[in-house]
């Protein structure tokens, strides 16, 4: 009793049953047909209506199930009443791929069918009332009335594009690329030989029943979990003005670092806990301006700034420049007097007479000048002025 409660417990196995119930049947019937002249004869209504009721059941699954193709239906109504010929699915990347590329009955009406989940995914089967079980990769059976849900254990990539808002004081500041890696939320599990992917089911179920519903329909967790890193950026490009985002160094202000702190914080971690979600690692791209006047008149008023601290040195050093030659000169012109003075004392005033003191005076004068002359650079020496003519000297 217990080996065909087990065998009956199956849809398959219900089916292969039918089956073997109805071949039997058949053969029966064959045979009596032999044995008794004319019987075949009242075989002939009860085929007809049993085929045409199975083909006006397959019908009706084309019907409401919106098929493009009757043999679909008639496969699909085969393959649950006879356990025979069963669709299959794979699940590769989160994704569902059918390996024909065709429409998949598994995907559009559910079970019965098998369903092959690779290294790395998972997939959560829905009854019609709630879910029924979470299986990882392997061949799995998929009831009827149940469908599928892929999971994607693997660590997720996603990028963001063009992300504008306003900021506090009214300037639009646009966001580069925005890169980021995520995963499923494991709650302790740690990755290991043995458990190269570990989930969490909570985690499961709250990624696959908390997606966001906008007006093209049930959103996918990589629109989610894209949503939640958008509002965080935005949300902070609102609360700070332009200069503190564009020119961090004139505040002392660390924008990227602050983003990564908020993202980080309990309350965006909850957010993407309440998906399933756990954020590893994001690179918040360049900050953009799409208003080129604010560029150039950033650029302007740095001019401004580098031009004035230009000037300012330039006037500092020609003050020095000035000062220094006014030094040079008075020290020139003590050091004439001295050598003047030095003359006058070598001189015997009592004997010499004025002309001879002049003479001396001179002497020293142009000694003095000649010496000063040597000292200086030819460079810096001025040109002798151009002479008109010269007289014959007799």
């Not at 209504?45 to 043999?71: N, V």
């Not at 330039?314 to 008075?330: D, F, N, P």
Request: charged share 20%.
């Amino acid at each position: 009793m217990t080996v065909l409660g087990n065998f009956l417990s199956g849809d398959r196995n219900w089916g292969v049953l039918r089956m073997f119930l109805l071949g039997a049947l058949a053969f029966t019937l064959l045979i009596a047909s032999i044995f008794l002249h004319g019987f075949w004869r009242y075989l002939i209504a009860p085929s007809f209506a049993g085929l045409l009721a199975f083909m006006a059941g397959a019908r009706y699954i084309q019907d409401i199930y919106e098929l493009d193709k009757y043999w679909q239906a008639f496969r699909y109504l085969f393959a649950s009443f006879f356990g025979m010929y069963y669709p299959s699915l794979s699940v590769y990347g989160g994704k569902k791929v059918n390996r024909n590329g065709d429409v998949n009955l598994l995907d559009v009406i559910g079970g019965p069918g098998f369903v092959y989940v690779q290294p790395g995914n998972a997939v959560l089967f829905e009854g019609q009332n709630a879910p029924s079980a979470i299986h990882p990769n392997g061949r799995r059976f998929v009831p009827r009335f149940e469908t599928i849900q892929p999971i994607a254990l693997e660590d997720q990539y996603g990028e963001l594009e063009g992300i504008s808002a306003m900021t506090r004081d009214g300037f639009d500041v646009k966001i580069g690329r925005t890169r980021f890696r995520y995963r499923l939320l494991a709650k302790g599990d740690v990755k290991s030989p043995r458990n190269p992917y570990p989930y969490s089911e909570d985690a499961i179920y709250d990624m696959v029943y908390n997606r966001t519903v906008s007006e093209q329909g049930l959103g996918d967790w990589c629109s989610g979990v894209a949503s939640d890193i958008r509002k965080t950026l935005t949300g902070y490009i609102n609360h700070n003005t332009l200069d503190h985002l564009t020119a961090p160094e004139g505040t002392g202000g660390d924008p990227r670092g602050e983003i990564k702190r908020e993202l980080s914080s309990n309350m965006v971690t909850n957010k993407l806990r309440w998906r399933g979600t756990e954020l590893l690692w994001i690179d918040i791209g360049s900050f953009e301006i799409p208003n080129k006047q604010v560029e150039q008149q950033r650029l302007t008023t740095w001019q401004a700034k580098w031009m004035g601290d230009a000037r300012l040195t330039r006037s500092y050093g020609e003050a020095q420049r000035l000062a220094y030659q006014e030094i040079g000169r008075a020290e020139a012109q003590a050091e004439m007097l001295i050598s003047i003075m030095h003359a006058l004392s070598d001189v015997n005033l009592r004997s010499g007479t004025p002309q001879s003191l002049r003479d001396v005076v001179l002497v020293r004068t142009a000694q003095l000048l000649e010496a000063m002359g040597e000292s200086i650079p030819k460079e810096a020496r001025p040109l002798p002025a151009p002479v008109e003519g010269k007289k014959d000297e007799k």
